[in-house]
Nanobody
Framework: HVQLVESGGGSVQAGGSLKLSCTVV????????MAWFRQAPGKEREGVAR????????YYADSVKGRFTISQDNAKNTVYLQMNSLKPEDTAMYYC??????????????????????WGQGTQVTVS
């Protein structure tokens, strides 16, 4: 069993920064691919970033490239999403997700919603 515990959301002014954390409780073998998704009211889910925890290979959505950074601390079983230069359009509920492998397409994964077997409870990010 895997549980994902998220923290770090909040409200910030445009141009500000936030850092989200996602701690994996349970089997590390089932969380070799970690990702962040977001969904705003009335909008489709978007795959923001993902990291393959073994290789460190990362992916970013075009909308966040150069502003967001996904990283990991294996000793703490934690993945982070550092969000800089935040914009009002970044406002959304952010969800951490995990699975034993990374999907070939984060865009398709966001549409399907089934590529990742484990999800966090979500943390709200509001940028004004």
């Amino acid at each position: 069993h895997v549980q994902l515990v998220e923290s770090g959301g909040g409200s910030v002014q445009a141009g500000g920064s936030l850092k989200l954390s996602c701690t994996v409780v349970g089997s590390a073998s089932k969380s070799r691919c970690m990702a962040w998704f977001r969904q705003a009211p009335g909008k489709e889910r978007e795959g923001v970033a993902r990291i393959a925890t073994g290789s460190g290979n990362t992916y970013y959505a075009d909308s966040v490239k150069g502003r967001f950074t996904i990283s990991q601390d294996n000793a703490k079983n934690t993945v982070y999403l550092q969000m800089n230069s935040l914009k009002p359009e970044d406002t959304a509920m952010y969800y951490c997700a995990a699975d034993h492998t990374c999907p070939p397409s984060m865009i398709a994964a966001a549409n399907r919603g089934t590529d990742f077997g484990y999800w966090g409870q979500g943390t709200q990010v509001t940028v004004s």
